[in-house]
T-cell receptor
Framework: GAGVSQSPRYKVTKRGQDVALRCDPISGHVSLYWYRQALGQGPEFLTYFNYEAQQDKSGLPNDRFSAERPEGSISTLTIQRTEQRDSAMYRC?????????????FGDGTRLSIL | GQNIDQPTEMTATEGAIVQINCTYQTSGFNGLFWYQQHAGEAPTFLSYNVLDGLEEKGRFSSFLSRSKGYSYLLLKELQMKDSASYLCAVRGHSGAGSYQLTFGKGTKLSVIP
């Protein structure tokens, strides 16, 4: 596609439910990143994939958070047993490769609200 | 780890020049990025610096001094549409996490007539 596509745009769910957030990167982009952004803050790194390999998951807050990218394209971020503190904007970004001079292109995000 | 500091808010007049500063302390450095983010929208890439000096791109310029851990974004001929948050982000160096960006909290720029 023309840009990074994320779905759903908005997700409202009750505490304790599991949620799955989807990211479709720019076609041909090797690297994919997940960030979380609180209101008035910059994005905070969660995890990074190179092709299908999860290279870095150091930013995942706890073991309720997981991510996969099984075919090296679309990625899913899953949050199990959601808590109110998980409410945030979740953003996905992709870049052509992991080399340092290539910018990451961000999607419009999924606004997650936990009731 | 990384620590990124930038002013929270700035106000400037249409047609003027504004400089947004960013200082960082890092355990490794592999480039600095500036992003623009309009309210309710995704961050969009503005500039990248990895070597010391000035990079110019139209009305936007970005400067880097690695020895001082300092960068600035210069916006010339300000337009109302430049009202947005400007995010400074540093990329780490080597090992796990080398390609993640660590962002500052952003500087909210308001351009007034």
């Amino acid at each position: 596609g023309a840009g990074v596509s994320q779905s759903p745009r908005y997700k409202v769910t009750k505490r304790g439910q599991d949620v799955a957030l989807r990211c479709d990167p720019i076609s041909g982009h090797v690297s994919l990143y997940w960030y979380r952004q609180a209101l008035g803050q910059g994005p905070e790194f969660l995890t990074y994939f190179n092709y299908e390999a999860q290279q870095d998951k150091s930013g995942l807050p706890n073991d309720r958070f997981s991510a996969e990218r099984p075919e090296g394209s679309i990625s899913t971020l899953t949050i199990q047993r959601t808590e109110q503190r998980d409410s945030a904007m979740y953003r996905c970004a992709s870049s052509p490769s992991g080399t340092s001079n290539q910018p990451q292109h961000f999607g419009d995000g999924t606004r997650l609200s936990i009731l | 780890g990384q620590n990124i500091d930038q002013p929270t808010e700035m106000t400037a007049t249409e047609g003027a020049i504004v400089q947004i500063n960013c200082t960082y302390q890092t355990s490794g450095f592999n480039g600095l990025f500036w992003y623009q983010q309009h309210a309710g929208e995704a961050p969009t890439f503005l500039s990248y610096n990895v070597l010391d000096g000035l990079e110019e791109k139209g009305r936007f310029s970005s400067f880097l001094s690695r020895s001082k851990g300092y960068s600035y974004l210069l916006l010339k001929e300000l337009q109302m549409k430049d009202s947005a948050s400007y995010l400074c982000a540093v990329r780490g160096h080597s090992g796990a996490g080398s390609y993640q960006l660590t962002f500052g909290k952003g500087t909210k720029l308001s351009v007034i007539p």
